[in-house]
């Protein structure tokens, strides 16, 4: 299948992305477009491995080598029937997944891996573009209703198959709009909310019923789901962040990431944020060298900061994948995303030690030392500097699922780490409730959390009907 | 299957052991008076030929007992006259009486009971019992055991009724046994198994059992007697591959002797049963009742064969017209044969099926006696008449001492041919006028023209019905169609015309382990040849294979009508969908169609499935009885309520009944069903018993295919479906030839397959006689797997999920089938011996055992039980003693890269375990150390098909030299290396062309039988004495029995491999449905050896996915000793189960030849080291839990072993390996794991004494020289010699010439094998198989003996598969050799007068010139080197030649690069084909003294336009571009001036060692 040579024939080629001085100006989407063309051959390059480990690299476990083959042989109608397959959202993950898929391909091992995530990327859109993309009716109602609880990625993605096995499927938001993280998390720059928007176009003509401004646990208590549902999925995320306890923690001027994030994506959708966390002008430190401290980075460069830094406590890995994650792991190794090459400085094995504010109460400065590695990062001595800083925020993670609220009332029981814990079908201690996602997996991947919802799916209608049909 | 079908004398089955599985191979052989004159002589004669062919048989534990030997003699009537009257009664006139030769119990008491039944059935039949004579033997001639199980043999002397004729009374006496038989087998007596009767007639008598040759005449003492005389003497020497006392196997049988065997014995059991009912003779009369069954159970394939013969002989055929009717020649396809002889044979295949296999058989009915061989000719069979009119026949020349100047001819038995001897007439029939006269009985020819068929006669259907996508994707959901199956299966068949190709080994669960529903197809496993017989190349030797078959009612076949051929004929099995609609609307004479449903209710659930399979046989018996005769079986209905029955299961259940109720050749079985769609399941239909196939869903998918899209443009939909028809045509010959069966008539219903995973109810009810030994699920699963796939299918089908199951069985998927080799194993292995972590490698051992106890292998289902307590650590035998019984799999250098096989080698080497070359020799500059000390010398050598680079220098750089029978990928086939991948490094270790493709033939050309492959292990170990020789066989069911045999011929070391391992390239079907995991095969193996106490002088090894510490212990306590491992070294050097290595493409550089990629090849001996390492602690972790010290103790200890008790699983929890876990009783002096060394006999090889008066050769280079008479008996000569010289001198040898033997006599085999350079061997006389197979630069010159008086060119000289893998070296053959002459040559140059079928075949280089006739097929394969043909009558030219790999091209004066160089001096000039034909024939004529020769060179310029250049294709496409092969082209050295053109003188000198003798030689040949 495919062409056999094709991976010694062609090299890897991704688009571009636009040049920085017109990208930081806006907030579109930073990729220009690739010619199919182009793209095909991109496909001819997967070698059609007898064991294709990007597909167990992949959480979704895409049929990968399929349908990059498809994609070479012009067979795009059936590449996004497979892609489908396995995946709801190939548009969230062909833009924001960071590809464990193209770690773990065999061609990786002695030469650029193909460009799976881009393909997926590109199948997804032409079949937006044919119009190929319908709403897809169950072929019969069971009549079982199920609540889901948080629209991010996994809840979306359950409540999607969940409404195709036939359920009735109610998905509860908080905020007032649909999307969690893919909405409020991911800046327009990553994934530009047009592209969420036409699939909850699609799950809503499919018959699921959203409802915005339900905070479950506290606008409206869990035990009424209880009633009206046969089945509760819980798919809220993990949305306690991880704080920095240092002394001046509590000046003004310092922010958790997802705060700042939030209101940038509320005011690109065009809704009016009143005092807006703002980048403009100031001296930027955000501490957290991770995605979301990527995206800070990016969405700071888009407001004019008057300087950007970006502190991580790990030391710098290595430029290629380090001996320690040998393929097909996910390698340590030094990624320069769009927001990176956008500007800024990156310094590395650097703990924060204080803040110190100015009269207002605002901070003013960053007090630092530069540390040893993990686990014990014994700082340096003799290496306490201070860096000018008017913004910082901290984007050092999350600690898992808000507990008060819905999880105590349910008196949900929690693993070791503090997410949910459930057994293989995704079913909560308690019976009927089900947990998917950063709530139960602790913070992760998108593609993880579709992975998550699609299982939980699968528990839950497995729960309803005694078996089910769901993949 | 009953006990009442154990062969007497042989075990019941248990364990594993089945005694249907036992194989003989014999040596066989007749003399005859052509006269009829009756002598002591000819007896004489016949123990002599007995004695000196007892090399081919074989004895077992106790040397003393024979396999059998046995005598058949015409009734010597003055002797018994005598005889009787000293008993008080007279005999009448020859004729008048039978005698029947009669083995009876030994207790007294049931022998008078046996006395009496016999009697009393005498009496019935209206004859008289004259009275009973005790058979005088001397018991202390022979063997112990043979003593131990001897019965009591007496004759008893029958009298014919009032006016009987002699026929009539050979009938009676028939009726009488068959009786008898029946009778005794029905009492209760406890000794009923000794009775047997070995012939019961008026005409010929019987003296057999189981001895050795020599004590036959000891044993029966009235052999000496003088008195007892005869004109003919036929005689047989058994090679059994058991060592059980089995005195009736012995042959010869009532009408004949065999060699060979009849691969489709089992559909002919079943046909003959079938047909009983049909039959009805006016010769018989109401006796035919009484003949029932006319195949005795418990015979052994020789003796249902000689049921058939006795049968419808006795009906009033001719013994030679039964001959061909039961075992045709290669008719449908041979440009040769006049076209009334194949409306004989054409008439007599629409009766019934050939009973086919390698069979060489002799015949006799007291008054005629011949001999016949099969279509292949794969037995040896040679002949002479004196000129006094004497007929001997034997499997070798030489068996009896003759006068040459008495000799008048010599032959040899050729394919599809009969020898005959008319002794009443006084006549040698030749073949010609044998078949003539058969031809001319009848005017067949008419007959097949008025009442044949054909499906073009037949009327058009209305139109078929039009299918849309909705109703084929339902339809391909209810038959579980994969994606994988469109994709790596149907399109590429379609599209190409061929079954696709794929590689490394299967890894995916058993059917029964699966927890996806299974095809019940993927329950069976296909068998296949090895050792006992031989595979064919159903490519290069398609003129012997056919796919014909002949469907319609069958008749009664005593008669002889043009009715019975009313048949309907088919060129292959496939049925389109518009030819179906044909059949099943047709009306023409006796056909009419009917259809019945092969479905069963959804609603219900499982056991509607049982009735609705009861149902369809009650409607097909209804059927019948109302007059059809074609039944359609068919699953097209297949709806919301109706779920298919498996296709398999509803035709064998229905063919099983018919035969039962004997009403299965009243009708054609047409299978009408969307299943089948890839090889494997067509063959399966056909091998249980369909007429027909219409795989309608496979047509109709190719059709949506192609409208949708998934081919090229220029392809129509007629187009794809023909090459889907060619694909599944090829691919069906190659799974017959696979078992060694020709035609698929005889394939039909021989159900060559083993179950696995199905229980016993199932099999036994569905498929009769089908192995399936571990039992498994039943029918409820089977209904269930069908019900899953029916809910599927009416599902809806949704835009977001493709539309079928993704499959996963060839490449690894997340939703598909499980693999043993998925990317968690794969990385955690890589990581662990990369980073050498052991802690690592007990993660990745911890996955391997999780995933086979999660039911993936048969050893997961195994537990571990501790043999006493557990051992410290400490005391368990160190790992650096454990991995040296350690060895990596046979890999060729062209399979993989070099520096993957450098890297194994050198990591075994460091650590003592072996690696081995694989199929493709080895660079010599790896026979010495590297300067770090380093040795990249693979230990094993391994000896395969094609003998690539197997020179007598690389026999001896080794320390264990492995026959490869078969592969655990693809047992029983050939291969392929492309063009594109034969580099110049792989061209110059293969001894190839770089660029021209190399074949491997699917048999070993010298390994026709279990004595054929006695003869390759004695031929190596002659070569090399000190390297143990090993045999590669792969796991099926009778493993054990053949192991067995291969442990009677003497291998050092027999290799069980799994069906799962791996290849380079096969046929995809191949790698998955082709043999069976090793734990059945290792198992099998120990329970035979240690029942036969031949365990103790072999070791076992096996391979196949062993992982890890777990696995090598219980393949240790099943049996081995030691352990191969190859895809995980693979794994460990980088190799991530691609599976493209057959594309080259390998991306890891690991199986790759490409230069770019093999740079990418990153493996190191370390890696491999601590693979090793790491496997033999954690071996010794479960050794010391278990007790064990050392691995030794661990052997065979089966009682460690237990089966699980906790598996649930919907499937696996019907398994019971209680066989597998069987331990046979056995005392204790019976060894269970090998204990001492194998006897070679090498101390008797003439070569003791060549050595010794070669020393100062050896030693100094000294020219020597000696002759010697030499014998048949004599076997190998020169091999060991030729040994001792590579020893010395590497692959340069000696000068030429420098040692020189001259022998006078008949030469053994392998005359001149392996000869190494600077020997020359003459011989005066003849010699028989495998002349200078190997030869590696020696030189051989044969001719007869100068006093014969016959003409050379016309008689046998040299017998079959001479110069086989010859790499370079010269020989000269004034004479006819046999069949395949200079098969697989690749550098010797050879001259001979004239050879059988498939001369030059597999050919890649050397040049070879046949100076006159050649047999059929000749360059079949070829693809390198030049043959010049001389073309007398131009009929080589026209139908001799295959010329799908040559062209035929005239020879002339012109230069031609291509042809061999005469030698240095003149190499800058090339000669022209003139100049080297010239030449060479000029060398032949003087080394020879060849009258032919001779007359050639005098008559130069009339001679040379007739002959014919044989040209390889490739060779000459290469030759063309790259000029630098020039230099390749074959070199042979030569004698000092070299003649140019017809300018020649005879006589001219040569190599100083040769002048003396030779030159005077021919100069006195000529002279006179």
Known sequence: ?471 | MSSSMTPRGLPEPQGLYDPRNEHDACGIGFVADISGTKSHDIILKGIEILINLTHRGACGCDPQTGDGAGVLIQIPHAFFEAECTRLGFSLPSPGEYGVGMMFLPVEPHERMRCEAIVEEIVIEEGLTVLGWRDTPVNANTIGRLARSTQPYIEQVFIRRAYGMDQDALERKLYVIRKRAEKEVANTDLREKSFFYVPSLSSRTIVYKGLLLAPQIVNFYLELSNSEVRSAICLVHQRFSTNTFPTWHLAHPYRYLCHNGEINTLRGNVNWMQARTSLLASRLFGDDIKKLDPIIAPGGSDSANLDNAVELLTLAGRRLPHVMEMLIPAAWASDPTMPEDVKAFYEYHASLMEPWDGPAAVCFTDGRVIGAKLDRNGLRPGRFLVTQGGLVIMASEAGVLPVNPAEVRFKGRLEPGRMLLVDTEKGRLIPDEEIKQQLASRRPYAKWLKENQISLKQLADPPRVQPTDHATILMRQRAFGYTDEDLRLIMIPMAQNGEEPVGSMGTDTPLACFSDKPQLLFNYFKQMFAQVTNPAIDPIREDLVMSLYDFIGREGNIFEETPQLCHTLKKRHPIVTNWNLEKLRRVSQGDFLATTLPMLFRVEGGEKRLEEAVDSLCRSASLAIKSGYTMLILSDRGVDEEYAPIPSVLALSAVHHHLVREKTRNQVALIVETGEPREVMHIALLMGYGASAINPYLAIETLEDLHARGYFPPDYTFEKLLKNYIRAVDKGLLKVLSKMGISTLQSYCGAQIFEAIGLNRAVVDRYFTGTASRIEGVGLGVLAREALLRHKFALQRPVESDTELEIGGSYQFRERGERHLLNPGVISKLQHAVRQSSYSTFQEYAKLVNEQNRNLFTLRGLLDLKPAGPPVPLEEVEPAREIVKRFATGAMSFGSISKEAHETLAIAMNRIGGRSNTGEGGEDEARFRPDPNGDLRRSAVKQVASARFGVTTNYLVNAEELQIKIAQGAKPGEGGQLPGHKVSDAIARVRHAIPGVGLISPPPHHDIYSIEDLAQLIYDLKNVNPQARISVKLVAESGVGTVAAGVAKAHADVILICGYDGGTGASPISSIRHAGIPWELGLSETQQVLVMNDLRSRVRLQVDGKLQCGRDVAIAALLGAEEFGFATTPLITLGCIMMRKCHLNTCPVGVATQDPELRKRFQGQPEHVINFLFYLAEDLRQVMAGLGFRTVNEMVGRVDCLVQRRDVNHWKARGLDLSAVLYNPAAPARVGRRCLTKQDHGLESSLDHKMIDHAREALERGAPVFLSLPISNTHRAVGAMLSGEIARRYGSEGLPDDTVRFDFTGSAGQSFGAFLAKGITMVLEGEANDYVGKGLSGGKLVVYPPRTSSFQPEENILVGNVVLYGATSGEAYFNGMAGERFAVRNSGATAVVEAVGDHGCEYMTRGTVIVLGKTGRNFAAGMTGGIAYVLDETGEFAKVRCNRASVDLEPVTDGRCRACATLDEGTASRPPTDADSIAFLVARHAELTGSPRAKWVLDNWATMLPKFVKVFPHEYKRVLAVSPASASLAPVFSSGDSAPTGADLEVGTSVGAGLRAGAASASREALGG
């Open chain 1, 1 to 471: 299948m495919g062409k056999p040579t094709g991976f010694m024939e062609y090299r890897r080629e991704l688009p571009a992305r636009r040049p920085v001085a017109e990208r930081v100006s806006d907030f579109r989407e930073v990729y220009q477009d690739f010619p199919e063309q182009k793209l095909r051959l991109q496909g001819a390059r997967c070698m059609d491995c007898g064991v294709p480990f990007c597909q167990t690299g992949c959480p979704l476990n895409n049929v990968i080598p399929d349908w990059n083959d498809l994609v070479y042989r012009d067979r795009w109608r059936e590449a996004v029937r497979a892609l489908h397959a396995t995946n709801n959202f190939p548009e969230f993950t062909g833009r924001i997944c960071p590809a464990p898929c193209e770690a773990a391909c065999v061609l990786g091992i002695n030469s650029p891996p193909v460009t799976i995530k881009n393909i997926e990327q590109a199948i997804i859109e032409h079949a937006f573009r044919e119009g190929w993309i319908h709403p897809e009716l169950p072929s019969h109602r069971t009549g079982k209703r199920v609540a889901v609880v948080g629209s991010g990625p996994s809840g979306l993605a359950a409540a999607q198959q969940l409404n195709r096995a036939g359920h009735w499927v109610t998905v509860f938001e908080k905020a007032d709009r649909i999307g969690g993280l893919l909405r409020y998390g991911i800046p327009d720059f990553k994934l530009e909310k047009r592209v969420l928007e036409r699939r909850l176009e699609q799950m809503t003509r499919e018959g699921v019923i959203f409802k915005t401004r339900k905070h479950i646990g506290q606008d409206v208590p869990v035990e009424e789901l209880g009633g009206e549902f046969d089945a509760i999925l819980l798919a809220g995320g993990a949305e306690s962040p991880r704080d920095l306890k240092v002394p001046g923690r509590e000046l003004a001027g310092i922010h958790f990431a997802m705060e700042y994030l939030l209101q940038q994506n509320r005011h690109v959708a065009g809704e009016a944020v009143a005092g807006q966390i703002l980048a403009t002008g100031r001296q930027v430190v955000i501490i957290g060298g991770g995605d979301t401290g990527a995206d800070c980075l990016g969405t700071a460069h888009r407001q004019k900061p008057q300087s950007v830094h970006q502190f991580e406590i790990m030391p710098m890995p290595p430029p290629e994948r380090s001996a320690s994650t040998p393929w097909p792991l996910w390698p340590l190794q030094l990624r320069t995303e769009s927001a990176h090459e956008e500007g800024g400085t990156r310094e590395w094995a650097v703990a924060t030690t204080r803040f110190s504010g100015d009269e207002n109460g605002r901070v003013k400065q960053l007090h630092a030392i530069r540390v040893g590695p993990p686990p014990k990062f014994e700082p340096i001595p003799g290496t306490d500097f201070t860096i000018e800083a008017d913004l910082v925020l901290i984007a050092m993670g999350f600690l898992g699922p808000v507990k008060n609220g819905m999880l105590e009332s349910l008196g949900m029981q929690l693993d070791a780490r503090g997410n949910v814990e459930c057994d293989a079908n995704h079913m909560t201690s308690v019976p009927g409730v089900f947990a998917a996602g950063d709530m139960r997996r602790g913070q992760s991947l998108v593609v993880w959390a579709i992975s998550e919802g699609r299982k939980a799916a699968r528990g839950i209608d497995k729960y309803l009907m005694g078996d089910t049909r769901l993949r």
